[in-house]
């Protein structure tokens, strides 16, 4: 079984009544819109996938903008991927949105997402401000948030926005470095500001395995060691190292190459990892050997040192362990052999 735990979900027509809002049209409401379904199950059979875990895409989730346009745009996302998962005879399953400038109205949406839409987790963007003034992960403006998901034993999904500085408007730097920096800072203040200390029971899935944190572990876990330099003691004191409160959080493997997933694997083990692909994506491009990037499965196939049950953990038993959703895939299972 293959299940993919980071995929988007696009439904346009909710993008095109946020923009009517924007530009002066305040009376229209922001409406469930059918997305690109047939997109995913068209790849999804092409590729053998068994199930994804969809989600928002995240430029349109307007964090950045008034609290009334972002809570209407959420209900709306949220209700669409509902019906999506209702529709798709067990191949979906969703990951809730949050209109996160209002973190009270965020609570909320995150109740009625899981208890009444059936949900099964929900997504972060860290940075709503989109330029880097917005709270970072330690701070107490998230608290809420945390507490929260683990009352309702749910793990987040840490996945940036686009960025709006103006030196990553061109070659799509505001996605590409938007993704990767987000996620590497989230990690960062996260762990260095103790937040699992707080939230022992906290769920932290971060997307596209986890930025620049596995290749840069070294320089991270060396402020957790005693200082050559100092006293003997960490430069920044936590309860464990850096790496320890790593290996407490799961990543996806939505890494276009064969090295950059077996150097994620290494660092935080493969219990700690989820297959994912965000197909269809910025990774349907294709690859010198005829594939697409985005053929994830590839490159953990080609990975010799895993054993053929971490592989199948990384497939699939991990996500259905984070999430809590074995029944369903067993039920999907009963719907597919009919």
Known sequence: MIIDAHTHYHANGILAGVFTQLYGHNYATIKPAKGDDDIHFHL????????????????????????????????????SMAKAVEDSNGRFLAVASLPLQDIPASVKEMERAITKLGHIGAML????????????????????????????????????????????????????????FGETEFITTFIFGRVFEKFPDLKIMVSHGGGAIPYQLGRFQA??????????????????????????????????????????????????CLFGTECPGMGMALRPDGRSYDNVEDYIRAIDFLTEQQRQDIFANNAIKLFKIKDRVKAKSAVAAQ
């Open 125 to 180: 963007n860290p940075d709503i401000s989109r330029r880097g003034t917005g709270p970072t992960a330690e701070e107490e403006y998230w608290y809420p948030i945390y507490e929260a998901a683990c009352k309702l034993d749910i793990p987040l999904f840490i996945h940036p926005g686009s960025s709006a500085l103006p030196r990553h408007q061109r070659y799509s730097l505001a996605l590409h470095l938007g993704f990767l």
């Open 223 to 272: 402020s957790t060691e005693p200082d050559l330099k100092g006293k003997g003691g960490p430069r920044i004191p936590i309860e464990g190292t850096f790496l320890s409160n790593l290996r407490k959080m799961y990543f996806d493997t939505c890494l276009y190459s064969k090295e950059g997933i077996e150097c994620l694997i290494k660092v935080v083990g493969p219990s700690q």
């Open 44 to 79: 999804m059979e092409e590729r053998g996938y068994d199930m994804q875990i969809v989600s928002q895409p995240p430029f349109p989730q307007i964090p950045d903008l008034p609290a009334s346009m972002g809570i209407a745009q959420v209900k709306a996302f949220n209700d």
